[in-house]
């Protein structure tokens, strides 16, 4: 399994950016999947979460700024980023949203910055 985070690169306070997330394993159709955020010395962190049926969840900090969304049938999944601030800086991850984990690819770097 392979998975490939991009689309993250520096935007302003106030901007946006979309992620998407392509992943090669057919597993992707009938998983939750979401996306993660770490900074350096802290812990990675769940931003927001999409089940196989598109319910939608999201930390508290990203609600109503952040959309989550999925394309089941070119298995890639994407994150619409709005207002964007600078603590919302961080490597961006994708991922499975329960254990087991597939391996974690390298991220994608967003920096929200004037």
């Known amino acids: 399994v392979q998975l490939q985070a991009s689309g993250g690169g520096l935007v302003q306070p106030g901007g946006s950016l979309k992620l998407s997330c392509a992943q090669s394993?057919?597993?992707?159709?009938?998983?939750?999947m979401a996306w993660y955020r770490q900074t350096p010395g802290e812990e990675r962190e769940f931003v927001a979460g999409?089940?196989?049926?598109?319910?939608?969840s999201y930390v508290d900090s990203v609600k109503g700024r952040f959309t989550i969304s999925r394309d089941r049938v070119e298995t890639t999944m994407y994150l619409q980023m709005n207002d964007l601030k600078p603590e919302d800086t961080a490597l961006y991850y994708c991922?499975?949203?329960?254990?087991?984990?597939?391996?974690w690819g390298q991220g994608t770097l967003v920096t929200v910055s004037s």
């Open positions: 394993n057919s597993g992707f159709r009938i998983s939750s």
């Open positions: 999409i089940t196989s049926g598109g319910t939608p």
């Open positions: 991922n499975r949203r329960y254990t087991p984990y597939y391996p």
